[in-house]
């Protein structure tokens, strides 16, 4: 045989292994549903080369040997969670709804606890202006982290904040994730900040990008929003630390978000999750705040942080939200941006409208990830079907991550029902039981109902069929993280 048909047979015997490897690989990744390795064994197959290389840059949801390590040693630093934020308050939620604070203290084991108040903001240019009066009054510490923090006036204005409060001696310590926010981070905006003596800290640092891919993923980020003011104040919702008008994607401003602002011990939790994350990217040891005492018992509702991510299951949000929706009996409503759900939600979303409950949910009608708007749109029919109503926001990009449960159950924070948030992203939220409460983001759900459009089965069935082909083929890429 001559020598080029040798080396051909080589090369081909060579590539057939390679992609048995990653079928093998593929097969073998442990948390994942059957349509996701079989998706990924359909990609290497069909397209060897760039399945392949698909596989080694986004096949497996690993942040990283030491990131997971120094995360983990963090974390059995800090005092026990069901600790941190005092007794549990399980006994004063209904019956009915202690499965989903269960569900929650199955994340985190943060227990649900009494004694909460909250005031829901009443839009982006209010947030901040709410957070930097809380930062000027500080008098022991203040802790930000913000997936993206722009240079713009919001941003702008919480970094002054900051430095006037470390001047006159508050511990301050920020800390932005370092893709989210790589702007900030590499400007001088941010070397001022460690000039005027704010401590600060990138989050998940990429560093060499070649190099960090074979350390882990790189698209594992840290979502969360999470400002904690002298362990007394707490703020939890969808906005990042920028103006409404969000200059890196000006073309869907405004960005339309959702921010509460939360005081009883409650806020130990959300500490508690920021301090996990500062002590994971620093060698400076916050254990000591939580040996505080805990303000005064007051009357107010029981919360819970809900804090999903690489240190905990993969499946810790899409448990949360389909928990939620079997849990409705007459009312649900949801807003989200990003609508990429694994088969339980949609099946439970489904199952909600069919038990005859008023289920709806709000995306926005221009999206700013073509991907996801396809994607969100191929799940209408079945939502449709089943009695689910689908309303589109048309004033701007609808950003809040709400849900609202039979007027009693509110949940809030930064996670989307999609699979990025569900898998990759590190989230925050607060689960409470409060009909006030409740009441006041109901309405302000209520808003931007009044400012979205229905969409109809009609609609639906009038897309041409090269558009239907498109959303569905999209959305064939979900199970591919």
Request: charge should be positive; include cysteine; proline fraction near 6%.
């Amino acid at each position: 045989m001559p020598d080029s048909a040798v080396l051909a047979w080589m090369l081909f015997a060579a590539h057939v292994s390679l992609q048995l490897v990653f079928v093998v690989r593929a097969l073998l990744r442990p948390h994942r549903e059957p349509a996701s390795r079989f998706a990924w064994v359909l990609v290497i197959v069909l397209a060897p080369v760039v399945g392949v290389l698909a596989y080694i840059l986004f096949g497996e949801v690993d942040l990283g040997r030491k990131p997971i390590e120094r995360l983990r040693a963090a974390l059995k630093a800090l005092p026990p969670a069901p600790d941190v934020a005092g007794a549990s308050a399980e006994a004063m939620i209904p019956e009915r709804c202690v499965p989903l604070f269960r569900v929650g203290y199955s994340v985190n084991h943060f227990v649900p606890v009494a004694g909460n108040r909250a005031v829901l903001l009443p839009d982006s240019a209010a947030t901040i202006a709410a957070m930097v009066a809380d930062i000027d009054a500080a008098r022991q510490s203040v802790h930000v982290l913000f997936y993206i923090w722009l240079a713009d006036g919001s941003g702008l204005k919480v970094m002054e904040a900051l430095k006037r409060a470390a001047a006159r001696g508050v511990v301050c310590r920020a800390m932005a994730d370092d893709l989210g926010s790589r702007a900030l981070i590499r400007s001088a905006h941010w070397r001022d900040m460690a000039a005027s003596g704010v401590r600060l800290a990138a989050a998940l640092p990429v560093g060499n990008p070649l190099l960090r891919l074979f350390k882990g993923r790189i698209d594992m980020r840290n979502h969360r929003k999470i400002v904690v003011i002298d362990n007394a104040i707490t703020y939890c919702g969808s906005q990042n630390c920028a103006d409404a008008a969000f200059a890196v994607k000006a073309r869907f401003a405004p960005w339309v978000d959702v921010m509460a602002r939360f005081e009883g011990p409650v806020v130990r939790q959300n500490q508690y999750l920021f301090a996990s994350n500062w002590m994971a990217q620093t060698d400076e040891d916050l254990a000591p705040l939580f040996a505080e005492p805990l303000p005064a018992p007051v009357s107010g509702f029981v919360a819970q942080v809900i804090g999903s991510g690489a240190g905990v299951r993969y499946s810790a949000m899409p448990e949360t939200f389909v928990a939620l929706m079997n849990a409705a009996r007459r009312e649900l409503v949801i807003t989200t941006p990003y609508y990429v759900p694994d088969e339980p939600i949609q099946a439970a979303l489904c199952a909600s409208a069919r038990r005859g409950v008023a289920t709806t949910i709000v995306f926005p009608r221009r999206n700013d990830s073509w991907i996801v708007a396809a994607a969100s749109r191929s799940y209408y029919r079945d939502l449709l079907e089943a009695g689910v109503e689908i309303r589109e926001y048309v004033g701007g990009l609808l950003h809040a991550k709400t849900l609202t449960l039979d007027g009693e159950v509110t949940l809030i924070g930064s996670a989307n029902i999609d699979r990025r948030s569900f898998e990759l992203n590190a989230e925050n939220n607060i689960l409470l039981h409060d009909e006030a409460f409740t009441r006041v983001v109901r309405a302000r759900q209520q808003v931007f109902l009044k400012a979205a459009t229905p969409v109809t089965k009609a609609q639906v069935d009038a897309c041409s069929p090269g558009r239907q082909l498109w959303n569905n083929a999209i959305a064939m890429l979900g199970p591919v993280l």
